[in-house]
């Protein structure tokens, strides 16, 4: 059984169901806030961090997106703990009143002219009081794309790894195919986890999961 598990979501999964309901203290949950949630003590989470020192800076590669060419961002972070309410839906009304939780703020103070800063807001069960630790959980959650890719590229993309379907002509057959496919998504994708500090959070070594795709 894996020592750690973490689930990372984007803003679509920010419920507050998500955040109140860790079924065990190995279980974790990691995602970017899309509501301001208000907070026990009158704040919100939008506003919370404002006063919180910042921990550091770092430079981050952003990847291009339709609306956004790619470009290198000079990030600073700042994190702390806050409470959130429970919301005011009788749907929710079974859960805890508040839960604490780890926020981690991340800023781009002098964005390009023209150029919409960038803000993440992340919310986590990890706990994080340093700045090793907050760029730890920015790094999982940046993990979240290249997780969504590898497993499209898996089930879809014709690959269909999960439906054992025979690979395009020219492949080789099964077993050849397999080992273009470790070769051209699986090392990659496995590579970029260990070079962004995840192979903690994962949990998955790249030989177990090697032997598990390219054995028939």
Known sequence: ??????????READLYAMWASIPGPNA?????????RKLAHGATLY???A????????KIDIRERPDRPARTAELEVR???VTIQRPLEPRESDLPE???MTLVEVTEPAPPEGTEPLVWRLLTTHIATAAEAAWQ????????????????ILKQQGIEVTRRRPYPSGWGGERSGSQHLVDRYLDPT???FVDMGSRSAIDLEAEQFRSAVVTP
């Open 28 to 36: 974790h949950v990691l995602g970017r806030i899309r509501h301001d």
């Open 1 to 10: 059984a894996a020592a750690m598990v973490t689930l990372i979501a984007d």
């Open 190 to 192: 496995l590579t970029t």
């Open 47 to 49: 506003t919370a961090a």
């Open 137 to 152: 959980i920015v790094d999982w959650y940046r993990a979240r794309w290249t997780i969504e890719q590898f497993f499209r």
């Open 98 to 100: 508040h839960t604490t």
């Open 79 to 81: 994190v702390g703990t």
């Open 51 to 58: 006063s919180w020192p910042v921990l550091g800076r770092r």
